[in-house]
């Protein structure tokens, strides 16, 4: 008890120690127990830490500087600005090229052509890397990036990615190097484990980077004329600039990690190809937040907190899984409540039947705080994006839940620009259209077999 964690995460833990003696045990042990946390994740703070340490602060912008841009965009965000600067070191970068992506099929296209030119190194995380159709597809395409010479590492989380032994063969006899992030005996058993790397990152060159929803695996690209599969809804982004950098050193910091694991030494040094020299490109703010049990901060949950309560105008949320934590919550009906204009897309039908039901138990008290909430009805909405006041904007890998505020491993882009957010509310806008708003007097009529599932999964929200 003496770490004081989360009550409700703990009360979850112990209704499962109550309820089911043997199978709460373990339950206990992988979600209640914070011993774990600071055990597993104290070998995190190496020499990794000081070897990205220099590379992290070149990119640091100057207050004065900030405002010496008199750009109304970053003036109405920089309290969040200045939170993740001094949170985790999360600089401000100012010179980004940012084109939105939408769905599978775009991002797949993108990363692939870009792969085509990489020239020095591509490195990947992943929460799913799957060899079915499109994963053996991105191996074919790093295998011949490799065989061009250029330098391929992958981490992939070892519950939520399914690659078989023939896929890592032929990465491995390719010269691929490849990592799995805190191995498990029985993935198939644990897909609710603690402290699972749910990042999607691909960097190349150090100067082209990608992240958002998407995962490498056949549900995300949509087949046309394949009424047989889920339509899959999902939104990445593409950023080449300065932010890559900060991408990197969060990479790097997970590469060592996974390293770590397997060998008893680390590089010595950083090649500076990592970090190289780039064009001037558009000018698109972006800051890179980065949240997981290592840091001491919820720092994307934190970044998030403060957007909902800094918004002078409306907030849009798109999200898979809407299960807040108190702040959250709190901070929405509040900023509803005082007359900013806040509406919340989910899907109708999500891919977890306890978060289904756990995310319906939240809708008649923010409903009746004024706030405006949709089903997105065409198949399985996973975007994972914000926009406040039409000028700031956060594409990540981020749900609004639990999970990814305390438990796993994330990472957002935080962009201060019309243009992106234009785009995301016209986006937003357009999936209204294959949306259904919820009104709360028809919402208020529900079965009771529904209401009770809701709040029996509610209990365990901190879980899920």
């Known amino acids: 008890m003496k770490s004081n964690q989360n009550p409700r995460k703990t009360v979850s833990s112990l209704l499962f120690l109550i309820a089911l003696p043997f199978i709460g045990l373990i ?7 914070e011993y774990r946390k600071s055990k597993i994740f104290k070998r995190k703070d190496l020499d990794a830490n000081a070897l990205v340490k220099e590379w992290n602060e070149r990119l640091q912008i100057s207050d004065q500087r900030i405002h010496e841009l008199d750009d109304q965009a970053l003036m109405d965000r920089l309290k969040m600005v200045k939170l993740l600067k001094h949170n985790q070191n999360a600089y401000l970068t100012l010179k980004n090229d940012v084109k939105v992506l939408i769905n599978g099929n775009a991002t797949f296209e993108s990363i692939f052509k870009d792969i085509d030119e990489a020239q020095d190194h591509i490195h990947l995380e992943y929460f799913i890397f799957n060899d079915d159709n499109i994963g053996n597809a991105f191996i074919d395409k790093l295998i011949e990036a490799r065989n061009r010479g250029v330098e391929v590492k992958l981490i992939y989380d070892s519950v939520g990615s399914d690659l078989s032994r023939a896929g890592k063969n032929r990465m491995k006899d390719a010269g691929i190097d490849y990592h799995s992030f805190m191995p498990v005996l029985f993935s198939d058993f644990t897909r609710k484990a603690n402290y699972r790397n749910h990042r999607k990152i691909c960097i190349i060159d150090g100067h082209i980077g990608y992240l958002g929803g998407i995962n490498v695996s056949d549900s995300y690209v949509n087949k046309k004329g394949d009424t047989g599969r889920l339509y899959w809804r999902d939104t990445h982004c593409r950023i080449e600039g300065h932010a890559v950098k900060s991408l990197q050193v969060q990479w790097l910091l997970n590469w060592y990690f996974v390293c770590q694991c397997d060998k008893e030494e680390l590089p010595h040094e950083i090649p500076s190809s990592y970090f190289p020299e780039i064009d001037e490109v558009e000018d698109v703010a972006v800051q890179i937040a980065a949240s997981g049990p290592d840091t001491d901060w919820a ?17 849009r949320i798109t999200t898979p899984y809407f299960i807040p934590n108190e702040s959250i919550l709190t901070a929405l009906k509040s900023a509803a409540r005082s007359g900013i204009e806040i509406e919340i897309l989910v899907p109708r039908k999500g891919d977890s039947w306890a978060a289904r039901y756990a995310s319906r138990s939240y809708f008649t008290e923010i409903l009746e705080s004024g706030v405006k909430l949709y089903w997105y009805t065409k198949g399985m909405l996973h975007a994972k994006t914000m926009v406040v006041d039409d000028h700031f904007a956060t594409i990540g890998t981020s749900n609004m839940d639990y999970r990814s505020f305390d438990i796993n491993f994330e990472i957002n882009a935080l962009m201060y620009n019309e243009r992106i957010s234009k785009e995301l509310n016209d986006l937003f806008d357009k999936d209204l259209l294959d949306s259904e708003q919820i009104i709360l007097e028809r919402w208020e009529k529900r079965n009771k077999l529904n209401k009770f599932k809701e709040s029996f999964c509610r209990l365990w929200a901190p879980l899920l």
């Open 299 to 315: 720092n994307i949950m934190e970044a998030l907190f403060i957007a909902i309560n800094t918004a002078q105008r409306c907030v």
């Open 27 to 33: 339950i206990y042990y992988f979600f209640g127990l």
